[in-house]
């Protein structure tokens, strides 16, 4: 069986039917006031995961992460950890440890009196302690900064202070709230495959709440689609951009371009969309959509070709005018008005230095794209 995507290690125990959740939110309810934040949720992450929570700001994911570490109780339904009932249990007395964008570092503390002070206050011998930070200062790499300050420190590093407090006490899960938004891009990036490395190594879960979408496809073994208070789509980040369920999480994850239109004939997931003016669209992923049916086609910019004449034996070829050009170094991305006045995002890898096609605006140009390349919508 052909994947979707690339995959980044050989864990998936939720294609398991006999692998038992770790946690697990049952019909979970949160009401502040009159205002519902999350909404009869129902979701499960296993042992080991790295699980995201992935939405705009508002949509709840930050309270499903507090309530799991014991700020807020459920107005409604359960949360289990390990089968537990969490409800009734304080923060201090979960299995779990927060990190908050903030960092929340001791202002007055050495970098290893940070790291330690959890470890204090749970009463561990002194010789633990000092083996236990030395061990977190390797893994974060900071052996060198053990003395120093907060103020002292770069951004990065104190995120790395932050994480290495966190995981200390060696929580069976970790909560991270917009663990890397307060880092520049390129640290950013660097610092996703970071965690990523350290949650194997550690062999801990870890439940991430971001509203990055890059960061969120990078780092998760799963990623939930969360959109006022409900689940939207719970897949694989691959999944998640390849078959998205519906046109919300289509539109969200990243670019995509919609043709709305019906299903003018299939068979065996193989049809024809009449997309109108003229536009007939042939896909293989249809899937059970039925004839009549109103439907989204929708496919990623680079999924499409941009060309100045029409690609021989096509299937699907729609000619347009080519309405801006934008060059990104590593790529180009073209937006193609059509005839009927749509706009297609087509993108294109810039492979060699010199192109072979070249393309200035106003030109007539086609998109095409291949019959596989596109996922038919229904809801």
């Known amino acids: ?129 000092a083996a236990r930070v030395a061990e977190m200062l390797r893994l974060v790499k900071l ?56 949650q194997q190594n550690l062999g801990l879960t870890f439940v991430v709440v971001t509203h990055d979408q890059e960061e969120a496809m990078t780092m998760a073994d799963r990623i ?6 409900e ?33 003018a004939r299939g068979e065996a997931g193989v049809a024809s969309i009449d997309a109108g003016n003229g536009i007939t669209i042939r896909t293989e992923n249809a899937g059970n959509a039925a004839a009549g049916a109103a439907v989204t086609f929708a496919i990623r910019p680079e999924k499409i070709k941009v060309s100045s004449t029409k690609p021989a034996g096509a299937v699907n070829a729609i000619e347009g005018e080519v309405y801006d050009i934008a060059y990104l170094g590593d790529m180009t991305v073209y937006h193609v008005r059509l005839d009927d006045g749509q706009v297609v995002r087509a993108s294109t890898m810039n492979a060699a230095r010199i192109t072979e096609d070249p393309l200035s605006w106003n030109d007539r140009a086609w998109v095409s794209f291949r019959p596989d390349a596109g996922v038919v919508l229904t809801r």
């Open 1 to 129: 069986m052909k994947s979707l995507g690339s995959i980044r290690r050989d864990f998936a125990p939720w294609n398991d039917p006999n692998a038992k959740p770790y946690i697990q939110f049952d019909n979970v309810t949160k009401k502040f006031g009159d205002f519902t934040a999350v909404n009869n949720l129902s979701l499960t992450i296993f042992e080991r995961e790295f699980f995201a929570l992935l939405g705009a700001s508002g949509c709840g994911k930050s309270t499903l992460l507090r309530m799991l570490a014991g700020f807020e109780e459920p107005t409604a339904g359960r949360i289990l950890l390990d089968g537990q009932d969490l409800r009734g249990i304080p923060p201090y007395r979960r299995p779990v440890n927060m990190m908050f964008q903030s960092y929340a570092l001791f202002p007055h503390m050495t970098v290893e009196n940070n790291i330690a002070f959890g470890l204090k206050q749970d009463g561990m011998p002194k010789p633990e302690i």
């Open 224 to 229: 939930a689609i969360i959109d006022k208070g």
């Open 231 to 263: 689940v939207m789509q719970v897949a694989t980040p691959a999944e998640v951009y390849e078959a998205p369920g519906s046109r919300f999480v289509a539109g969200f994850v990243g670019n995509v371009n919609m043709f709305e239109g019906k299903i």
């Open 143 to 198: 052996e060198q900064f053990a003395k120093r300050k907060p103020h002292q420190l770069s951004g990065g590093q104190r995120q790395r202070v932050a994480l290495a407090r966190s995981v200390a006490k060696r929580p069976k899960v970790l909560l991270l709230d917009e663990p890397l938004g307060a880092l520049d891009k390129k640290l950013r990036e660097e610092t996703q495959f970071e965690l990523m490395d350290l």
